[in-house]
């Protein structure tokens, strides 16, 4: 625990150390790495109690989507505040969950019609691998009951999310409480050979994945991916071609195909819908941290009539009976029905396309920089590698540039040697370009 400097006046950072056991931290780095204590947002900025301003890159853990302290999502919290804060979703309904469903399907054109509610990201994956499950043991196959996931992808870290996730920091401790699952290869773009395209990459991996599907159809429920950026894992982007291929081995085999959106949902990849770009549908989709306009916990997976239908019954039992206490919550729903207002009426997705470009301009100068590889979009992502010939101590980049990044009034937090942007839809083309040079004078700092 970090020695409090002084015992009669402890900071707010002292007093979150010694009783605060932050997520994905090893405590101990806040012995030499800053905890930064925030009182204040507005916008893309956040303020600590001095008053310094940190520009938010990453869209406090990929949530944010129109600013901290957005007028419109504060207005329709408090106007529901005054109605009905939380009541049940068993044997109850509410206006913001109809209409937020409503939207949503009608999002998808109807092709996934029902809306599953819960309140974090890796619930709603669980959500989605049980209806699977489920789905296929009242379809008379119970032996279809494995999953298939990504190598390096992420779902989650939930016990069931946590087991078709392939990222060896979250998973290694826990490995003997996990299911066993098939990991197929990553259409991940990096690893094309030289003269090699994103769908010659995509092509090799489904190639894979089809003999894999040839093999083991009889025992497969479903595979789960994360449509065209596997986000936590370093931000590895692939070719829409990749979704195609895999909805028609998914189709040819009787396997369900789950899109984890809840990172490049919520026009993060450009479109409302990342499978959007490959046009196909999933069997079930999955939208989390954007959807409430990183507001309060809300997460949901969405599926098909004929899924819905399978559970469609006399018997109790046959129901999909799983639930969470604040499934489909009043208030967060109605901050979803305010994103999915401004996405409207603000013509979000169009004016992306010149933000996204504002963003390949402000770090252009990474693209030729000779310590730096794999520089590559998605949207509104931006990320790129740095070579391990540039890092001093590859184990302690991350940290160091984190740090580096709040002197200059910018937070990110690179996942291992991969650099990444993730910014609200509200950045001016100064704010990217600001960000842009900070970034880059915090590397300079960092690397040899
Ligand atoms: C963040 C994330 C999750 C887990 O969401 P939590 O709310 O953190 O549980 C699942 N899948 C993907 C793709 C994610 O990026």
Redesign the pocket.
């Known amino acids: 625990m970090k020695v409090i400097s002084d015992p009669n006046q402890p900071t707010l950072v002292d007093r979150s150390l010694a009783a605060v056991w932050h997520p994905c931290t090893q405590m101990k780095h806040h012995e030499s790495m800053p905890l930064v204590a925030i009182t204040k947002g507005k916008g893309p900025w956040l303020y600590d109690e001095q008053g310094m301003a940190l520009l938010d890159c990453i869209s406090s853990?990929?949530t944010n989507l129109f600013g901290h302290s957005n007028p419109r999502i504060n207005g329709a919290i408090t106007e529901q505040l005054e109605k009905i804060e939380h009541v049940m979703l068993a044997g109850f309904t509410h206006p913001p969950v109809v209409a937020l469903s409503e939207k949503l399907c009608a999002l998808t054109k109807r092709n996934l019609g029902h809306v599953f509610f819960a309140s974090?990201?890796?619930?709603?994956?669980e959500i989605a691998l049980k209806m699977s499950h489920h789905y296929w043991q009242l379809s008379g196959k119970p032996n279809k009951k494995k999953f298939v996931c990504l190598e390096n992808g992420?779902?989650?870290?939930?016990l069931g999310?946590l087991a078709v996730t392939d990222v060896a920091i979250f998973r290694d401790a826990y490995g003997a409480l996990l299911q066993d699952v098939f990991t197929t290869r990553s259409p991940d773009a990096r690893k094309a050979k030289p003269g090699q395209s994103s769908e010659d990459v995509a092509k090799e991996a489904a190639a894979e994945l089809a003999e894999l599907f040839e093999k083991e159809h009889h025992n497969i429920a479903a595979i789960i991916v994360?449509p065209l950026v596997q986000?936590?894992g370093q931000m590895a982007m692939h070719s829409p071609e990749y979704l195609r291929l895999v909805r028609n081995l998914c189709n040819s085999y009787e396997i369900h195909l789950i899109a984890?959106?809840?990172?490049?949902g919520c026009g993060r990849s450009g479109k409302f819908f990342a499978c959007e770009h490959a046009d196909i549908w999933p069997d079930f989709l999955?939208l989390?941290?954007g959807i409430s306009g990183g507001y309060l916990?809300l997460?949901l997976c969405m599926t098909t009539e004929k899924i819905y239908q399978a559970f469609y019954s006399d018997q109790t039992q046959q129901g999909f009976l799983h639930s969470h206490s604040y499934t489909g919550n009043p208030l967060a729903c109605a901050a979803a029905l305010a994103c999915l207002e401004i996405f409207q009426t603000e013509q979000v997705l169009e004016k992306n396309i010149d933000r996204a470009k504002d963003l390949a301009n402000a770090f252009a100068w990474a693209r030729t920089d000779s310590r730096i590889e794999h520089w590559r979009q998605q949207g509104m992502i931006i990320a790129f590698d740095v070579k391990n010939s540039a890092l001093k101590n590859p184990k302690s980049f991350p940290r160091e540039m984190f740090a580096k990044c709040l002197e200059e009034g910018v937070l990110i937090r690179p996942i291992g040697n991969t650099v990444y942007v993730m910014p609200p839809y509200i950045l001016t083309a100064d704010e990217s370009a600001q960000m842009g040079l900070s970034i880059a004078r915090a590397l300079d700092k960092v690397l040899v």
């Open positions: 853990w990929w974090d990201g890796a619930s709603a994956v992420y779902h989650g870290e939930t999310a994360e986000c936590a984890d959106e809840i990172a490049v999955t989390s941290k916990p997460s």
